[in-house]
């Protein structure tokens, strides 16, 4: 529990966020944790797989000649239009209000240290 809130004190207490060594320490903490995360939810699963259905036999129809069907129904297809619709709203909604973008691209706006033009 503490290696949680060890990259919340880091990115959060001023004598450490002013470290660019300490903050490279959290990032790495952060990155390790999700690869941790990871490392647990899948080898987990394929250590310790599910018996789906108890006392009854699996085969594999991989190389046997059998081979599954499957056809979307249209609910299918328009859940997955209206999942990729409502990411695209939101994406566009959060480039037109919020101010993600810079008003102007010219040196004296974007780059802080240019020189101003004469």
Do not use: W
Not at 37 to 50: E, W
Not at 106 to 118: I, L, Q, R
């Amino acid at each position: 529990m503490a290696a949680l809130f060890l990259p919340l004190l880091i990115f959060y207490v001023p004598a450490f966020y002013k470290s660019r060594l300490m903050l490279s320490f959290g990032c790495l903490l952060v990155v390790f944790g999700g690869l941790a995360q990871l490392y647990v939810i899948i080898i987990g699963g394929q250590a310790y797989p599910l018996q789906i259905f108890p006392g009854m036999e699996v085969s594999s129809s991989f190389g046997d000649g059998q081979t599954g069907n499957y056809t979307a129904t249209p609910a299918e297809i328009l859940l997955g239009i209206g999942g990729v619709g409502i990411a695209l709203a939101a994406a566009t909604f959060a480039i037109k209000i919020l101010p993600f973008l810079p008003q102007s691209l010219a040196n004296e706006v974007v780059d802080p240290h240019s020189t101003p033009s004469a």
